[in-house]
């Protein structure tokens, strides 16, 4: 049988193992929030996934989805809300109609398709740390 001090590590590492367990099942299991398309961009359906972000419990903001028909350049395709935004403008690479395309997002939360094709944009797997 364990002695006391060795009872109270042992707690200590089950309560460590538990709170991890809870992060990770937080993060697992976060809800996709879908924004308000904006500028005539709209999900490209199907099989692809709407347009959607999250924010893991390590505050990395998830991009998803595939969009399409909306205006390429200056105009926001939506914004994202505060708490849910970079801390500098981050620029990415997509794929937009079979070529590459970039997509910026900027500290006031908007996503902007920079350069591509409006037939489809991909924002699958776009991720940054929060401010």
Known sequence: MPGEGEQSYLAGVI??????LGTLWKAEN??????????????YGGVYGPAA????ASGIVHLRGVLKDGTIGDFAAFTLPVGYRPAYQEIFVAISNNAIGRCDVYQNGDVMFRAG????FSIDGMSFRTT
């Not at 976060?30 to 999900?43: C, D, Q």
């Not at 972000?53 to 893991?56: A, C, E, H, L, S």
């Open 117 to 120: 094709n409006n037939a489809y």
């Open 30 to 43: 976060s809800v996709w929030i879908e924004p308000t398309l904006l500028n005539s961009w709209v999900n």
């Open 15 to 20: 309560a460590s193992v538990q709170k991890n």
């Open 53 to 56: 972000y999250f924010k893991d």
